[in-house]
T-cell receptor, first 111, second 118 residues
Framework: AQSVTQPDIHITVSEGASLELRCNYS??????LFWYVQSPGQGLQLLLK??????LVQGIKGFEAEFKRSQSSFNLRKPSVHWSDAAEYFC?????????FGTGTSLTVIP | SAVISQKPSRDICQRGTSLTIQCQVD?????MFWYRQQPGQSLTLIAT?????????ESGFVIDKFPISRPNLTFSTLTVSNMSPEDSSIYLC???????????????FGEGSWLTVV
């Protein structure tokens, strides 16, 4: 069965520091991969997605993610975190018909 | 992307009552879903709202508790019936498939409806 794992429940980084959020998936083929962000009191906003092609994808708000087939991973990165990036981040996988979400990683940004 | 509007955005409800959440999309979409996000949790799919027919419910969710309507390709409602404190959650409308402002195979979310049952 398909599954998505976000190993880090909570991460704290200093403003200006780099960020990497981990995501691993379980699926027989290459799925569609997504990262969403949920700011406090908000719905989920699509940050970026990977379907095929270049394994490094750029998203909104300065985020990028890299698909590594050998590791079944799709980690989210940002070179310099801003205080406004504090939010919940969800990795998601789609097989085309169904979507599977990770349990989320809560990001705290300290001054 | 398409604009997905949900009403109400927040509500405080009395135990035993029912509340209907509306979801309006500004373009026709092929797929609409309803998710629940309990406090501090990830998303759980309640059902797929099918246009012109009964919704398809996931395991653990039943029509009597969560009746869903989808009269056309831009609108759906979710009712949370006979509410208890355990129903306090964010309820999220989402869309996928083809439509103006949508990317195929991508799911988009509304702002959510935050319900607190007292």
């Amino acid at each position: 069965a398909q599954s998505v794992t976000q190993p880090d429940i909570h991460i704290t980084v200093s403003e200006g520091a780099s960020l990497e959020l981990r995501c691993n998936y379980s699926y027989g083929a290459t799925p569609y991969l997504f990262w969403y962000v949920q700011s406090p009191g908000q719905g989920l906003q699509l940050l970026l997605k990977y379907f095929s092609g270049d394994t490094l994808v750029q998203g909104i708000k300065g985020f990028e993610a890299e698909f590594k087939r050998s590791q079944s991973s799709f980690n989210l990165r940002k070179p310099s975190v801003h205080w406004s990036d504090a939010a919940e981040y969800f990795c998601a996988v789609s097989t085309g018909n169904q979507f599977y979400f990770g349990t989320g990683t809560s990001l705290t940004v300290i001054p | 992307s398409a604009v997905i509007s949900q009403k109400p955005s927040r509500d405080i409800c009395q135990r035993g009552t029912s509340l209907t959440i509306q979801c309006q999309v500004d373009s026709q979409v092929t797929m609409m879903f309803w998710y629940r996000q309990q406090p501090g949790q990830s998303l759980t799919l309640i059902a797929t709202a099918n246009q012109g027919s009964e919704a398809t419910y996931e395991s653990g969710f039943v029509i009597d508790k969560f009746p869903i309507s989808r009269p056309n390709l831009t609108f759906s409602t979710l009712t949370v019936s006979n509410m208890s404190p355990e129903d306090s959650s964010i309820y999220l409308c989402s869309v996928a498939g083809t439509g103006l402002g949508l990317s195929r195979n991508t799911i988009y979310f509304g702002e959510g409806s935050w319900l607190t049952v007292v």
